[in-house]
Nanobody, 113 residues
């Protein structure tokens, strides 16, 4: 059974940083990514990292966020710097395996002074 568990969200002031973590189980090393969602809006792709370590970023976070992974522990990370109020959202870790998308329970990130 594929399972994803996120951690690391919270409240941070504008300009601050947070690091999200995602632990994957029940699946071998595959591409993993993060997206975020605000109620009433479409989800926004943040970053994806392939099994080989290639990274892709959404335009709104490029240069501020960094995705990484540890293939030994099957964990993915999202380092978020210079956070802005517009980054406030629920952040989800996801992966696709055997044509099925899996996501974690989400972790709330709130950027506010």
């Amino acid at each position: 059974q594929v399972q994803l568990v996120e951690s690391g969200g919270g409240l941070v002031q504008p300009g601050g940083s947070l690091r999200l973590a995602c632990a994957a189980s029940g699946v071998s090393v595959v591409a993993m990514g993060w997206f975020r969602q605000v109620p009433g809006k479409q989800r926004e792709l943040i970053a994806v990292i392939s099994s080989d370590g290639d990274e892709v970023y959404g335009s709104s976070v490029k240069g501020r966020f960094t995705i990484s992974r540890d293939t030994d522990t099957n964990k993915a990370y999202l380092e978020m710097n210079n956070l802005k109020p517009d980054d406030t959202a629920t952040y989800y870790c996801y992966l696709a395996y055997n044509h099925v998308e899996y996501r974690g329970q989400g972790t709330q990130v709130t950027v506010s002074s």
